[in-house]
């Protein structure tokens, strides 16, 4: 059983085009952190967002977390090919040391 | 290490045999995590443990998986009876002691996973 629910499962789109992925929970969590994982490689941090309505942003990739730290998006402008990949967002207990992934977004960029 | 070490990379074994996986975390790190993933899916949480003894491993889905970090550094995840149903990735990931107020939560560095396939 997973806290997370991300949405979409899958997303397929042109390159240059624009895509948002949504993570919903009804849980609190300290802080939100999303990943993005290749295949055959474990999932790499991108991003950590702690305070609610906090928006952080690196290079193309947005991402926001909610006023009640319970949901996060991310959104990715311009998509280029290279971002290829599953992105993964995980909450975070309240110590700090428990790590609660998402369902997972599978994104393909069509050159 | 310079990174967390997983091995096997790929296991296929028979239903019903036993398996064990290990998992060399990045030295220095006391928080080591056992988590199991589907294609596509994201990671299902298994067992953490700080140092050697297991913090949390309400995520076992069963009395056939068990995990041991008996000198606070490598850990094996034991998988007994094996079944189809087990096959996945089986991701090992650890992160460094926190000294400080942890609402921005640590960093985890994961391994590249063992594929575990039960035919």
């Known amino acids: 059983t997973q806290l997370l629910e991300q949405s979409p499962q899958f997303l397929s789109i042109q390159e240059g085009e624009n895509l948002t992925v949504y993570c919903n929970s009804s849980?609190?969590?300290?802080?939100l952190q999303w990943y993005r994982q290749e295949p055959g490689e474990g999932p790499v941090l991108l991003v950590t967002?702690?305070?609610?309505?906090e928006v952080k942003k690196l290079k193309r990739l947005t991402f926001q977390f909610g006023d009640a730290r319970k949901d996060s998006s991310l959104h990715i402008t311009a998509a280029q090919p290279g971002d290829t990949g599953l992105y993964l967002c995980a909450g975070v207990s309240t110590t700090g040391n428990q790590f609660y992934f998402g369902t997972g977004t599978s994104l393909t960029v069509i050159p | 290490g310079a990174g967390v070490s997983q091995t096997p990379s790929n296991k296929v074994t028979e239903k019903g045999k036993y398996v064990e996986l290990r998992c060399d975390p990045i030295?220095?790190?006391?928080?080591l995590y056992w988590y199991r993933q589907s294609l596509g899916q994201g990671p299902e949480f298994l067992i953490y443990?700080?140092?050697?003894?297991?913090?949390?491993d309400s995520g076992l889905p069963n009395d056939r998986f068990f995990a041991v970090r008996p000198e606070g550094s490598v850990s094996t995840l034991k998988i007994q009876r094996t079944e189809r149903g087990d096959s996945a990735v089986y991701l090992c990931a650890s992160s460094p002691p926190t000294d400080r107020g942890l609402s921005s939560g640590n960093t985890i560095y994961f391994g590249e996973g063992s594929w575990l396939t039960v035919v």
């Open positions: 849980s609190v969590f300290s802080s």
């Open positions: 030295s220095g790190h006391t928080a």
């Open positions: 967002v702690v305070t609610g309505g």
């Open positions: 443990f700080q140092g050697t003894g297991a913090a949390d």
